[in-house]
């Protein structure tokens, strides 16, 4: 597997995750660092190694990844046929990622609800 350590998590962004995670779930969460594989630049068929936070919450499971220092990747998936993004493709700030990610499933689970309540 390929190195991804010069763009691991550093322990301040490790800590942003998880007490923005503590406080959308009123409880600790436990992360799990990963190495994932990326197309970072669509004109490129190589896949980029990128060190990843991942979490699960019910049935749904999330991941960050570190592209390089201030850009990061997220995304959130039920399964293999139900993956899901923000609609942006990076960010440049940690916490906006996070917090942007966490919104945006919360408004997927809401409008999931509501179509299954009609």
């Not at 899901?84 to 990076?90: Q, S, V, W």
């Not at 945006?104 to 299954?116: F, I, S, Y």
Request: with cysteine; aromatic share 12%.
């Amino acid at each position: 597997m390929n190195d991804t350590s010069n763009n691991d998590f550093t322990p301040e962004e490790e800590k942003l995750i998880t007490d923005t995670l503590a406080e959308r779930y009123g409880q600790a969460v436990e992360i799990q660092l990963a190495d994932i594989e990326l197309h970072v630049d669509e004109s490129e068929h190589e896949l980029k190694p990128c060190p990843a936070i991942y979490w699960e919450s019910k049935s749904c499971h999330f991941i960050i990844a570190k592209i390089e220092n201030n850009k990061f990747f997220c995304q959130f998936f039920y399964g293999e046929d139900e993956q899901f993004g923000t609609e942006k493709p990076f960010y440049d700030d940690l916490q906006t990622c996070v917090t942007s990610l966490l919104q945006v499933q919360a408004d997927h689970e809401l409008k999931k609800a509501l179509k299954e309540s009609a």
